[in-house]
């Protein structure tokens, strides 16, 4: 089988394509695609527990604390004492932050709009629900439980 006939090759280049245009918008704005999309998971008013933001993104914790303290060194964000409970931090925006949690925002808006505007929500719900199933399929931790049957 080519790789071209592969599913996770087609998934593996359009996401890296996309990582590649979101990085390029937030260039723009002395961030990166991977600090946009930690801004948007943190809450603007009561901001986030820092152990919710990595399962919220997909991540192991010690991924994302060279990303936050990367974060925190730009003044994008910080980190308090959580008022109900002083064993939990929370991270929560500053102003600069909050701006360029916006800008992040607007540019997933953006991108989604075009895409919308290419493709019918027909095809988005067959899109979605094909990655739907290939999760579930992950999920279930059966692929390689047993060989496949060759037919012979």
Known sequence: MRREETVDHH???TWHAIA???NQQALQYDAT???GFV???INSEEGT???KIAPLMGLEARSLTRLLKSMEEKALIYRQADKTDKRSVR???TDEGKKKKEKARETVLRFNERVRERLSMEKLKVFFDV???INQL???NTLYDKEPETGK
């Open 91 to 93: 991270i929560l925006l």
């Open 39 to 41: 801004l948007l998971n």
């Open 138 to 140: 992950i999920e279930q």
């Open 49 to 51: 527990p820092a152990t």
């Open 20 to 22: 590649r245009m979101y």
């Open 131 to 133: 990655l739907e199933n």
């Open 11 to 13: 998934i593996k280049s």
């Open 33 to 35: 695609m991977s600090m």
